[in-house]
């Protein structure tokens, strides 16, 4: 069934319904609800240990609310059992660190043709994603470097293309300019902005800084693990 | 590997015929110290059915046609040989149950007719507990087989005579030879001349037919068995002459009652050696002998043994003056199977030897025989 | 939305993660791949030449005939003694129905004559002799053609044509056959000594040097077995004229001459022969009174084949469980490397859960990981194996000389079954040392919920850091003592439960070793701190105060390697003692002497009574002691029947009582003519004691006889009936001595006694008391010469375990380390530390190992030793040797971190944040 304000928006996405989560008796998300839909960026803010990380964690499915739902394109994530998040994660997700989590052994070009490895990717194609890829975060030139070869904003830009290969609906990114200088972080942002305008997907994007809010269409406030207030921008 | 083991075979197969002393007069021994046969031998009985290891070389050989109840038709063979050894001077490690100075060979043959199948054998064993011949009467033993003359004997020297023998696993025979007609003596004056040698001779005694009863033993079943049999008992110190390659023999027992004996020495040449002799065994047991020069022996056709390469006759005509009526006969001695080889695998010395038809000049069948042909696969010569 | 929400992970995953990381990760770091591969490969190398060298060791124990034979169909001994030739008429006539070759053989043993008057016992190899009719093996030429040719080559005249001088030939042939000099050796021992045909070669046989002349080589034929180097062959009655055996035979042979049903023919002629066997036709024993005995064993090759591997089991089986101890150990060791690897790579591991691979998939990437380096670890040992197999089967070889048979193995052959299960065993030990590490691999969170501080310390596995059921399974242990061995067959034990105590406290003690490594760590701390302000000692004892799981499983390793080797050396020493106490009492007399062939326990050489008469009556001979033996075929398996003067025995053999004798009427020839004395591996191998009965069968027939008492004796394994020797001679009837012991009257000149009887009998061998018991005690040592490498190489497997724990350590602390350099610590003072660290985890490992090796020593004598061959010892807790190898340990320990410290040291600082 489609809704007559399908025609007009594009479809939900995400859906976190009531979300409550605490940790030995400290509450840390307290009915958290909203949307998100297809190709929207969403920025979560708030001071830290205001629960953003932990929402962010919940909606990726590496941890579980104990309270509320989240369902991810219909699907919800508490029926899901450990390989069946997995296999969500592998297949519709893609996250940036802060830390940008590179895997120490694998080249530049072999980080991002790994997502795809995964999702049994055909060769061909996927040494032509990998090499598109690295050509749009401008990173090719370093394709078979090591991450320790690499710079700081290298390393982000390799870890989006990484994220991104296996073209997830939801990206989901923890502080990624937070570990890198001013000029590089906003390169990131910009980066960020438009690939996810370019391939229509979804972001969800933890962060203190303004500037990283900036890219997205909407901003969510949190403190003490509740919403506390929303901005909606109408030029990100 | 073969010839050699051939050579050793024939080395102690046939040391005897080279250590006679070459010389004119009779020797009463060999260089060796072996008896020579001498004429006018008296044979004492049962004594002389028994071993006389004086002597080099002993045989005591049997062949017969056997009938089963049912008209299934056999052709056998039950060899004993018994060969002294070489006399040498240092004393050896021999025993009485492990001795040295005779070997006992022994050759066992069978033939189906009706299946052409040929089983045979052949042992060899050292003199001790094995294998022995007695020298106080018959009894003699090559493993399981034995030929053992019953008691008691009677003033003939005549009493029925068991034999067992068999092929390996395949075949078992125990049969009761019952000698019809009396002990032959063939030769003149005791003694059976083969060549010119005056060594080349032997004592040669034969039991020219010889009632066979008993059971036979062939794939796991028994049967019981009717039959006829020839037996020679031979005891010399050599065989052959210097020039002789090997020798035909064979025997004929006529449905008329009378049996035919007839061997021809065969020289390098291709001749037949004068020294060839036939014999007739009268109904009574009367023998009347003729040399080379009175009896006819051709041979008709060929056959070559797969194993051996060697080319036997296939069939041998022999002619001769009947002396009952003086009529001249056409004997033709015809092989009931082809295959009837005994192939030397431990004596090292092939030769045929099987059982045959006599048919007479019309194709009659006047008799059975049993043909042995010796030296067509290598020359005998030295060897016996 | 018609993406499916989860969906199989594509297929290829694992090889891929094998390929991208694992692989890498041993690219970048070889040095631990290749010591981790090295240490399983030494595993399971030691495992494989100890199991190969075993199955040379028994493959050398053969059937002889098979190889002229080709196999017989069966075959029938004597349950005691020789069987007298004059059975063979007897069964050829009960068996004149039957198409079935009857083949007598004759077997002893001969050697080389000694090369110098000094030369140790057993170094000369051992012949087998045998004796077997080489007329009659021409009828077996349709199963062997080679057999045709055991006359053909007569003293290696050359074959040609027929010549004229055939008569000189025959002459010469026979001359070689009769002549009973005449000897066929193997064509290896001819190419190996340059024998050709007519060669002198002369052999010690009994008591003579008999100068044998080679008359030809073993005929052979292509593709059949190889025939052994040590195998001389003779003609049937030469073989027994020098052996003293005339008229008897050691077995007769059955082959069937080929027809239909050969099965069932057997069982008839089987059959048969057991009727028979039961039969007195000498009236023998119906004249004595006694019960008959049977007269034959009816057997089959493979039976006497496998006499060999049932006498030798126990000693292989002990000697199987001890190889693996350097496997064992290797287990601690994987488990370090790879859970190690697993903090290493939590990271990597953290990213790829986030990047959606399932926990399983990296449990089965581990897991598969370890399975990958115990297969190249197994390959590499299989290698490693084969080549120490040459070495170990000579010592193995040793041993099996001294206890049980000649052997002549010294050459141990590849066999594919047992590269298999080296394999197998290599593949499991890092499968079971790797599943700890896989889960913990596995239950690594995705990344998302990693900090920064990624480097959680090790914790281990949980078990170790529990002391309680620890001392639940030192409980165990003790219960597990009460439980007696294991008897699968009659003869043969196995002690199970005494292993499961070893295995109990060995776990436990490793348990315990971590405990005290802490208690230790934190007794010391306290005055040490007080003490001294050394920055490095502080550092190095914080650490151990606290410690790390890896540090337990450090101390547990060690303590595994130190207790199993403590505990053998226990063993050993406790062995070594009780064999020079018996030495010293055993050996009292003057001169000893036997055939000079006698260089093995299965010897079959023997002195002639016509020999021993004129030794004993010579002059200066106080008294001699005439010992005569046979082997013994019991229905529950082979003992020694020996024989001597009872009351000498007491009186110069001082024999250490198991059993004593109630009173002096075993030892009074008027009344022990129904009494026997046994060893006390005999008491524990037939379950027979003091006043039980046994039945022994004889040629006379069977002999009831009270056990009188149960004496002490480590000269063999499989027990001994001793009995006064009128009643063997009366048994028997020969008096063949196998030796002879002298003592002079007083003031004789031994060494010039000796030196006579040397020079009249140079095939006697004529020992003084103080050279036999060195001998005595040096054969004794060498025996055991494969246990001392075993337990090297566990040690050494432990010491590398320890500096692979540091290793792993100071990597796991290397943001500590760089801390400290950042603080001032120079690179010498940071290896201090990690030496001192090293040393104290050393010392905690030595010192619960050397506890633990104390009650595994008691349980490898008291329990598995004296279960197993049945010979109780005197306890030597050998201080001496714990001490060195404690000291032993410590110092490789101390070395091993040392050089981890320098290591540690010059680690790349952690990327600043």
Redesign the interface.
């Known amino acids: 069934m489609t809704s007559p304000a399908s025609l007009i928006e594009p479809p939900v996405l995400l859906r976190a319904i009531g979300v409550g989560r605490s940790y030995a008796g400290r509450v840390v998300l307290r009915d958290v609800s909203f949307a998100l839909r297809a190709g929207e960026r969403l920025a979560l803010t708030g001071p830290s240990g205001s629960g953003k990380t932990t929402l962010l964690n919940c909606l990726g499915g590496v941890d579980r609310p104990d309270t509320g739902r989240i369902e991810l394109g219909g699907v919800a994530l508490d029926a899901l059992d450990g390989d069946g998040l997995a296999a969500v994660r592998r297949r519709r997700l893609g996250t940036i660190f802060q830390f940008f989590h590179l895997l120490p052994t694998l080249t530049a070009a072999e980080n991002v043709e790994l997502p795809l490895q995964l999702n049994g990717v055909p060769t061909a194609e996927r040494m032509e994603r990998v090499r598109h890829l690295l050509e749009r975060v401008q990173v090719s030139h370093r394709a078979d470097a090591r991450p320790s070869q690499l710079s700081g904003g290298e390393m982000q830009r390799v870890a989006i293309a990484r994220a991104l290969a296996h073209r997830p609906e939801l990206l989901l990114a923890d502080e990624p300019t937070g570990n890198l200088d001013s000029r590089n972080g906003a390169n990131i942002l910009q980066l960020l902005r438009e690939l996810s305008d370019e391939t229509g997907t979804a972001l969800v994007l933890v962060t203190h800084s303004p500037e990283a809010a900036a890219i997205c269409h909407r901003e969510l406030e949190l403190r003490d693990g509740q919403i506390v207030g929303e901005r909606i921008r109408n030029t990100p | 590997m073969k010839p050699r083991f051939q050579i050793w075979m024939a080395v102690i197969v046939t040391w005897a015929a080279m250590s006679v002393r070459a010389t004119a007069a009779e020797p009463v021994q060999t260089a060796e110290g072996f008896s020579v046969p001498q004429p006018g031998m008296r044979f004492r009985f049962p004594r002389d059915h028994g071993s006389h290891p004086d002597f080099a070389l002993e045989w005591w050989y049997i062949t017969g046609h056997l009938l089963e109840t049912n008209g299934v038709r056999y052709g056998f063979q039950a060899t004993f040989f018994r060969r002294a050894t070489p006399r040498t001077d240092k004393p050896g490690s021999a025993t009485e149950a492990f001795g040295d100075q005779q070997l006992h060979l022994a050759h066992m043959a069978l033939l189906e007719v009706q299946t052409g199948r040929f089983l045979h054998q052949e042992r060899i064993q050292r003199e001790g507990w094995n294998a022995s011949s007695s020298v106080e009467g018959l009894d003699v033993q090559n493993g399981n087989w034995s030929l053992r003359m019953g008691q008691p004997v009677t003033t003939k020297g005549v009493a029925p005579m068991e034999l067992r023998g068999g092929i390996r696993g395949e075949a078992a025979f125990r049969f009761r030879l019952e000698p019809v007609k009396p002990l032959v003596v063939f030769g003149t004056n005791g003694v059976s001349r083969k060549a010119a040698e005056s060594t080349a001779a032997s004592h040669y005694l034969t039991f020219s037919r010889l009632r066979v009863s008993g059971d036979l033993v062939l794939d796991g079943r028994s049967r019981a068995i009717q039959g006829e049999a020839w037996m020679d008992h031979e005891f010399s110190s050599s065989q052959l002459g210097r020039d002789q390659v090997g020798w035909d023999w064979a025997s004929l027992q006529l449905r008329d009652g009378r049996e035919v004996m007839a061997y021809r020495m065969r020289r390098s040449d291709g001749t037949t050696d004068p020294f060839s002799t036939l014999a007739w065994v009268g109904l009574e047991g009367g023998v009347t002998q003729v040399g080379a020069d009175r009896f006819g022996w051709e041979t008709e056709g060929q056959w070559r043994s797969p194993t051996t390469g060697a080319v036997y006759p296939a069939a041998v005509l022999l002619t001769t003056e009947d002396p009952a009526d003086g009529r001249r006969r056409r004997y033709r001695i015809q092989p009931l199977v082809s295959a009837q080889e005994l192939t030397g695998s431990l004596g090292g010395i092939p030769y045929w030897e099987g059982a045959c038809h006599v048919l007479d000049e019309s194709g009659q069948e006047v008799g059975q025989a049993f043909l042995e042909m010796t030296g067509y696969a290598a020359p005998l010569q030295g060897r016996l | 939305?018609n993406?499916?929400?989860?969906?199989s992970?594509?297929?290829?995953?694992l090889p891929?993660m094998w390929r991208?990381?694992s692989l890498?990760?041993a690219r970048?770091s070889p040095l631990q791949s290749v010591l981790l591969v090295v240490i399983l490969s030494l595993g399971v190398g030691v495992f494989f030449a100890v199991r190969l060298a075993n199955r040379a060791a028994v493959a050398s124990f053969q059937n002889f005939t098979d190889l002229i034979t080709a196999e017989s169909d069966g075959l029938i001994s004597a349950p005691s003694g020789m069987l007298p030739?004059t059975v063979?008429?007897e069964l050829?006539e009960a068996?004149?129905?039957?198409?079935?070759?009857?083949i007598p053989v004759i077997e002893t043993t001969a050697t080389a004559p000694r090369v110098s008057e000094n030369e140790a016992i057993g170094s000369r190899s051992t012949f087998q002799v045998l004796g077997i009719?080489l007329?009659?093996v021409?009828?077996l030429?349709?199963r062997r053609?080679?057999n045709?040719?055991w006359?053909?080559?007569?003293g290696g005249s050359p074959?040609g044509e027929?010549s004229?001088d055939?008569?000189v030939?025959?002459?010469r042939?026979?001359?070689s056959?009769?002549?009973?000099h005449s000897v066929f050796v193997s064509p290896r021992l001819a190419i190996r000594q340059r024998l050709v045909p007519g060669q002198e070669f002369p052999v010690v046989l009994n008591e003579r040097i008999v100068p044998l002349r080679i008359a030809g080589i073993i005929p052979t034929d292509p593709g059949q077995p190889e025939v052994p180097a040590e195998l001389l062959v003779m003609?049937?009655?030469?073989a027994?004229?020098w052996s003293g055996w005339?008229?008897r035979l050691s077995r007769i042979e059955f082959v069937?001459?080929?027809?239909?049903?050969?099965a069932g023919?057997w069982q008839r002629i089987r059959q048969n022969l057991e009727r028979l066997a039961l039969q007195d036709p000498s009236g023998a024993a119906t004249r004595t009174g006694t019960a008959s005995a049977p007269r034959w064993l009816v057997g089959s090759p493979a039976d006497r084949r496998q006499s060999g591997e049932v006498m030798t089991r126990a000693f292989r089986l002990n000697l199987t469980i001890l190889s693996m101890l350097a496997l064992v150990v290797g287990v601690y060791l994987v488990f370090q490397a790879l859970d190690g690897a697993v903090v290493r790579r939590r990271?990597?591991i953290?990213?790829?859960?986030?990047?959606?691979?399932?926990?399983?998939v990296i449990q089965r990437a581990w897991l598969g990981e370890a399975a990958l380096l115990g297969l190249l670890g197994g390959a590499v040992g299989l290698l490693l194996g084969w080549v120490g197999a040459q070495g170990a089967v000579r010592l193995v070889g040793k041993t099996v000389n001294a206890l049980y048979y000649a052997t002549s193995a010294d050459q141990a052959s590849l066999h594919l079954g047992e590269a298999f299960l080296a394999l197998v065993l290599a593949v499991l030990t890092s499968l079971i040392a790797g599943w700890l590490p896989a889960r913990a691999a596995a239950e690594t969170?995705?990344?998302?919920?990693?900090g920064?501080g990624h480097a959680t310390t090790f914790s281990g596995p949980r078990w170790l850091q529990r002391t309680g059921w620890a001392w639940i399974l030192v409980v165990l242990g003790f219960v597990l003592l009460a439980v007696p061995p294991w008897r699968p067959a009659t003869g043969f034990r196995v002690p199970i439960a005494a292993y499961g105590t070893a295995i109990c406290w060995t776990l436990a003690a490793g348990v315990l070793g971590g405990a005290f490594l802490q208690g230790f760590a934190r007794v010391l701390a306290r005055p040490a701190l007080r003490l001294s302000h050394q920055p490095v000692i502080r550092l190095a004892l914080s650490v151990v105060r606290e410690p790390t799981g890896r540090h337990r499983l450090a101390v547990a390793g060690l303590v595994c390697a130190v207790a199993m080797t403590g505990g053998m050396a226990i063993l050993v020493g406790s062995f070594d003692t009780t064999m020079r106490g018996w030495i010293e009492r055993t050996f009292q007399a003057d001169l000893f002497l036997s055939s000079d062939g006698a260089q093995s326990a299965s010897t079959e050489n023997r002195i002639s009574p016509e020999t021993w008469h004129g030794i004993a009556s010579h002059p200066a001979v106080a008294r001699a002691q005439v010992i005569q033996a046979s082997r013994l075929q019991l229905p529950e398996g082979e003992t020694m029947l020996v024989s001597s003067d009872l009351a000498f025995f007491r009186e110069y053999a001082r024999p250490a009582w198991r059993q004593a004798p109630r009173d002096d009427r075993v030892f009074d020839p008027g009344s022990n003519g129904a009494m026997a004395l046994v060893s006390e591996a005999f008491s524990e191998r037939f379950q027979k004691g003091r006043g039980d009965r046994i039945r022994v069968p004889t040629p006379v027939g069977m002999q009831d006889l009270e056990i009188a008492g149960v004496f002490s004796d480590y000269g063999n394994e499989r027990g001994s009936i001793l009995v006064d020797r009128p009643q063997f001679v009366r048994w028997f009837g020969h008096e063949l001595a196998s030796s002879l012991i002298l003592v002079l009257r007083p003031g004789s000149d031994i060494e010039g006694v000796r030196a006579e009887f040397r020079s009249r009998h140079p095939g006697l061998a004529v020992f003084t008391q103080s050279y036999l018991r060195s001998e005595a005690l040096r054969i004794f040592r060498q025996t055991f010469a494969i246990t001392y490498a075993l337990e090297l190489i566990g040690v050494t497997v432990a010491v590398a375990g320890l500096a692979f724990t540091l290793v792993s350590v100071l990597w796991e602390r290397r943001g500590d380390l760089t801390t400290l350099r950042a603080l001032g610590l120079t690179r010498f003072e940071l290896a201090a530390a990690a030496a001192i660290e090293g040393l104290v985890t050393a010392f905690s490992g030595v010192v619960t190992g050397v506890v633990a090796s104390l009650g595994l020593g008691w349980v490898l004598i008291h329990r598995v030793n004296q279960q197993t061959f049945g010979w109780t010892l005197e306890t030597d807790w050998s201080w001496d040797q714990l001490m060195v190898l404690g000291l032993m340990v410590m110092g490789a320990a101390a070395v091993a971190a040392w050089g981890a410290g320098r290591w540690g040291s010059r680690l790349p600082a952690e990327r600043e944040e």
Not at chain 3, 95 to 102: K, N, T, Y
Not at chain 3, 151 to 154: D, I, K, Q, R, W
Not at chain 3, 235 to 238: E, Q
Not at chain 3, 445 to 450: C, D, G, V
Request: no cysteine; proline share 13%; glycine share 6%.
């Open positions: 939305m993406r499916p929400s989860s969906g992970l594509a297929p290829g995953v891929l991208r990381f890498r990760h970048q030739e063979l008429p050829r068996l004149r129905e039957e198409a079935v070759q009857i009719d007329i009659a021409q009828n030429a349709d053609p080679s045709r040719q006359l053909a080559t007569p074959q027929l004229g055939l008569q030939q025959a002459r042939l026979w001359e056959f009769r002549d009973p003609d049937l009655p030469a027994q004229r005339t008229g069937l001459e080929d027809g239909p049903d050969r023919r990271e990597e953290a990213i790829l859960r986030s990047l959606g691979i399932p926990p399983r969170p995705p990344a998302q919920s990693l920064r």
